[in-house]
């Protein structure tokens, strides 16, 4: 039984011979992260070896589109993240884009997505959440919650709502630290759990728990290792009959204290029926490390055996459901059709003009600076983003200077300047609202160019940067292809 609770992560882009063993053995769930990820046909290829050993076998990904992507790492999302979703306040594209992924994921053999995030981002400062929301408003975060999993689940793969019981009133990340949520039962009633309780009733398949420690329910254990908001509050009070899993056991918030057997064991204990690892630590070692401590935890009397059994059985479930999907054909579009994913993110584009001689599209091809911040874990490095790329193609002769925070030197800032001399200046930031460096740089640029066109690929927090400020809210790659289309005329403004 403590292996069918057990989701870990692997190396390489085919089965690893511990992992065929293992799903031949017993192991019910994998997790797929950017390096097992070459191309939609190698994921297939891999899918398929996998259910070779394993029929059932559930296999996982983290595809949230828009920043947080797997399948599309390399090049970038062809689809906005929840954010810009939420600009646009289209539930039905939003179910379009969620049924398109799920079309994705289920050709490539994958039946079970860690998304949406269902977080109300009601902190304009939290590190990791942020443009992952579908926004700060608990009523608009809980509508399109329920219109991407009606989406994604129409393919038949299972959704899963994070970061229970709501990450988004943070400004610490789980990854490094253990976040505070401050808010009382009432105002976690009112806010942060009101997607959750949409997403059950909407029969998301299911939930993820946050590596947050909520004193308003359990003032000692952070959620995924408290019985009182995993059985208590998420079971009994909200009535999720579906599958428990936890978010990277390896994050620091939970792994730190306990260790990862540990933390495993008292996940499962709590009330948690699955544990995800791998992104850190993927090999045999770390998954018989975790079996053991579950069962040692059974043998020792504090992970009572018909808990652990319980989660089996709701897992198992699962896999059973996931084995029993079939792709229904695809509905054929018009000739001409833009993609949903495009079509949001131009829908999500906004456009303040502060000079009355600002004029779209731009004059000649410009010198685009890119201010590009160090991403969270969620976000896999080097994932592209930006308009300078898309820019070139449309405007050739467009060039480009990236700067990062040890790079975004006065001198560094007067080079991109003297490149932009006699040509338009575009100068893109992301969160420029968390990072003074960004602030700092993009005011000495304002400086020499007030006729600056300043591109937002953040959370926005003001406009009035730029002699035009274009917020696209959202750092795809499909968002800066929008945001070029715009700057260069194919879109009007």
């Not at 959750?196 to 420690?213: D, K, N, S, W, Y």
């Not at 933390?263 to 018989?288: K, L, M, Q, W, Y």
């Not at 308009?387 to 560094?412: D, M, N």
């Amino acid at each position: 039984m403590a292996d069918t609770v057990i989701f870990p992560g692997f190396e390489g882009q085919a089965p690893p011979d511990w992992l065929r063993r293992r799903l031949a053995g017993g192991l019910t769930g994998v997790v797929l992260f950017s390096r097992n990820i070459a191309s939609p046909s190698q994921v297939a290829e891999l899918t398929a070896a996998l259910r070779a050993e394993n029929p059932c076998a559930l296999v996982g990904i983290d595809e949230e589109s828009g920043e947080v992507t797997r399948l599309e790492a390399a090049t970038g999302s062809t689809r906005p993240g929840n954010f810009a979703l939420g600009v646009v306040d289209d539930t039905e594209l939003t179910e379009e884009i969620g049924r398109g992924l799920g079309r994705d994921l289920a050709r490539a053999g994958v039946n079970l997505n860690f998304a949406p995030s269902a977080d109300v981002n009601s902190n304009p400062d939290n590190p990791v959440i942020g443009l992952r929301s579908f926004g700060a408003d608990p009523e608009l975060v809980a509508r399109h919650t329920v219109a991407w999993i009606k989406g994604l689940q129409s393919a038949h793969v299972a959704a899963c709502a994070k970061h229970f019981p709501g990450h988004g009133d943070t400004s610490v990340d789980s990854h490094h630290g253990l976040p505070l949520i401050a808010a009382t039962a009432e105002e976690l009633h009112e806010v942060a759990l009101r997607p959750f309780r949409a997403a059950i009733e909407a029969g998301v398949r299911l939930v993820m728990t946050g590596h947050l420690l909520v004193p308003a329910y359990d003032a000692e254990m952070p959620a995924t290792l408290s019985a009182r908001i995993l059985h208590d509050l998420l079971r009994v009070e909200m009535g999720f009959e579906g599958v428990i899993i936890t978010d990277g056991i390896e994050m620091a918030a939970v792994s730190g204290p306990h260790g990862l057997g540990g933390a495993s064991a008292r996940a499962i204990a709590a009330g948690a029926d699955a544990v995800c690892v791998g992104g850190e630590h993927a090999d045999e070692r770390t998954a018989v490390m975790i079996r053991d401590a579950i069962v040692d935890a059974v043998i020792e009397g504090w992970l009572p055996e018909e808990r652990l059994a319980d989660a089996a059985r709701r897992v198992e479930a699962l896999a059973v459901w996931g084995a029993s999907g079939h792709l229904s054909p695809a509905v054929p579009g018009h000739p001409g059709d833009v993609p949903a994913g495009l079509a949001a993110a131009r829908r999500a584009l906004q456009v303040t003009r502060r000079s009355a001689d600002a004029v779209l599209p731009l004059s000649a091809p410009p010198h685009v600076v890119e201010l590009a911040p160090e991403m969270n874990l969620a976000i896999d490095k080097g994932t592209p983003w930006g308009v300078g790329e898309p820019l070139g193609k449309l405007l050739p002769g467009t060039t480009v200077t990236r700067l990062g925070a040890s790079t975004a030197t006065g001198g560094a800032v007067e080079a991109a300047l003297a490149s932009a001399a006699g040509r338009p200046l575009v100068t893109v930031v992301r969160d420029a609202h968390r990072h003074p460096w960004q602030a700092d740089a993009l005011a000495h640029l304002l400086s020499a160019r007030p006729d600056t066109v300043v591109v937002e690929m953040g959370l926005p927090g003001r406009s009035d940067f730029g002699a035009v400020h274009v917020a696209t809210h959202g750092a795809a790659r499909v968002c800066g292809q929008a945001a070029a289309e715009l700057l260069a005329g194919d879109l009007s403004a």
